[in-house]
């Protein structure tokens, strides 16, 4: 069954340093994949998309992430954070061949930045 | 920019009682989510719905569960006879279409049970 792995339930990053968050998947076939952002006390927001186009995908806020299929991985980042970018930041995965389009979760990670 | 709309933002319920939580999609997406998401665990798939059947239901989605589209707009996930396990946020998302379609989330209602 398809997985989705989020390196690191918790990431701090000063202001204006990189922001790097990680996503792994385990299918052999490349998913869809996806990541959203999820404020305090409010849904989750679609950042960015990959769907077997480029493979380099730009969002909303400045982010973007790279799809590696020979790593199986999804890994969001942003050259310079900024405090806004704190939040709780979700990869999902939905598989192509499935005709509901249920989006599997990763276990999420929350991004602190210090001023 | 069109939203999903969920109501009640917070339910509180005693164990046994039926709740129904309601969305109202983005109004010309054909597919219906409902995920969850228990404190402090990941996000979890519920029920997918389009044409107005279940596409697809998770083994959490049991006979306690039912969804519906009693009309044009809205969208609701019933539990009946609610359980302590079942408090959670619950989410509905609606999209254009499956798989590639990303899908737009509601705010969530938090379900309380007591």
């Known amino acids: 069954a398809q997985s989705v792995t989020q390196l690191g339930s918790h990431v701090s990053v000063s202001e204006g340093a990189l922001v790097l968050l990680r996503c792994n998947y385990s299918?052999?076939?490349?998913?869809?994949l996806f990541w959203y952002v999820q404020y305090p006390n409010q849904g989750l927001q679609l950042l960015l998309k990959?769907?077997?186009?480029?493979?380099l995908v730009k969002g909303i806020n400045g982010f973007e992430a790279e799809f590696k299929k020979s790593e199986t991985s999804f890994h969001l980042t942003k050259p310079s954070a900024h405090m806004s970018d704190a939040a709780e930041y979700f990869c999902?995965?939905?598989?192509?061949?499935?005709?509901?389009?249920?989006?599997?979760f990763g276990q999420g990670t929350e991004l602190s930045v210090k001023p | 920019e069109p939203e999903v709309t969920q109501t009640p933002s917070h339910q509180v319920t005693q164990m046994g009682q039926e709740v129904i939580l309601r969305c109202v999609p983005i109004?010309?997406?054909?597919?219906f989510y409902w995920y969850r998401q228990i404190l402090g665990q990941k996000v979890e798939f519920l029920v997918s719905?389009?044409?107005?059947?279940?596409?697809?239901k998770s083994e959490i989605f049991d006979d306690q569960f039912s969804v519906e589209r009693p009309d044009g707009s809205n969208f609701t996930l019933k539990i009946r006879s609610t359980k302590l396990e079942d408090s959670a946020m619950y989410f509905c998302?609606?999209?254009?279409?499956?798989?590639?379609?990303?899908?737009?989330f509601g705010d969530g209602t938090r379900l309380s049970i007591l």
């Open positions: 998302a609606s999209s254009e279409g499956a798989g590639v379609q990303p899908q737009h």
């Open positions: 299918s052999s076939v490349p998913p869809y």
């Open positions: 990959y769907t077997s186009a480029a493979t």
């Open positions: 999902a995965v939905s598989d192509p061949g499935n005709q509901g389009g249920k989006l599997i």
């Open positions: 109004s010309n997406h054909l597919y």
């Open positions: 719905f389009y044409n107005n059947e279940i596409s697809e």
